[in-house]
């Protein structure tokens, strides 16, 4: 059975960093790509940062760039986001999620595989 841990969250003023950590178990980590969403009350659900299965791809959202750093370590089959400088509207439930297509994860509200999400909120 596929989990996927989200840990990190937490409460923080404008400024301030965070990392989500991600720890997936129950698939051959390399085989999925991997990425971090995030959903705001009343919005929908949007793509923040993904990478794929070997690394060497990455995408983030316009409005992360600069601020927010993906990575994946493949001996703890674990995915990161540090995310500094954060502003208040980067406050949302933040998921994890894998897919076996890297482009496919870009472009879905359904992967392979959902987190349980963990809480973000940044304030002013």
């Known amino acids: 059975q596929v989990h996927l841990v989200e840990s990190g969250g937490g409460s923080v003023q404008a400024g301030g960093s965070l990392r989500l950590s991600c720890a997936a178990s129950?698939?051959?980590?390399?085989?999925?790509?991997m990425g971090w969403f995030r959903q705001a009350p009343g919005k929908e659900r949007e793509g923040v940062s993904c990478?794929?299965?070997?690394?060497?791809?990455?995408y983030y959202a316009d409005s992360v760039k600069g601020r927010f750093t993906i990575s994946r370590d493949k001996a703890k089959n674990t995915v990161y986001l540090q995310m500094n400088s954060l502003k208040p509207e980067d406050t949302a439930m933040y998921y994890c999620?894998?897919?076996?297509?890297?482009?496919?994860?870009?472009?879905?509200?359904?992967?392979?595989?959902w987190g349980q999400g963990t809480q973000v909120t940044v304030s002013s």
């Open positions: 999620a894998a897919d076996r297509d890297y482009y496919t994860l870009l472009r879905t509200t359904s992967p392979n595989y």
């Open positions: 990478k794929n299965w070997s690394g060497g791809v990455t």
């Open positions: 129950g698939l051959t980590f390399d085989d999925y790509a």
